[in-house]
């Protein structure tokens, strides 16, 4: 997903616009605030406050994905 959605223009300039982003490689790091690898990919989406607001799993293409993102930033 890295090469093929993350990395587009559109979707890392949607990224840009209303998160933060953090890549975590599992085999070298551990998870924040309790959570458990359960798929690959996982995407979460915390809040300011530390609440986990969203959890999505698996690919998503590029259109997909900023559907997703879309949503999570209202």
């Known amino acids: ?11 890392q300039n949607k990224i840009r616009e209303n998160f933060v ?3 975590v490689n599992m ?3 551990s998870l924040p605030l309790g ?3 359960q798929m ?5 989406f915390i809040s ?15 259109h997909e994905f900023i559907l997703l ?4 930033s209202r």
Do not use: C, H, K
Not at 69 to 72: A, D, G, I, P, T
């Open 1 to 11: 997903m890295g090469e093929e959605v993350l990395a587009q223009e559109r979707v």
């Open 21 to 23: 982003l953090a890549q």
């Open 27 to 29: 085999d070298q790091e």
């Open 35 to 37: 959570l458990s690898e």
């Open 40 to 44: 690959t990919p996982m995407f979460v």
């Open 48 to 62: 300011e406050n530390e609440d986990i607001e969203d959890m999505r799993f698996g690919y998503m293409d590029e």
């Open 69 to 72: 993102l879309e949503l999570e």
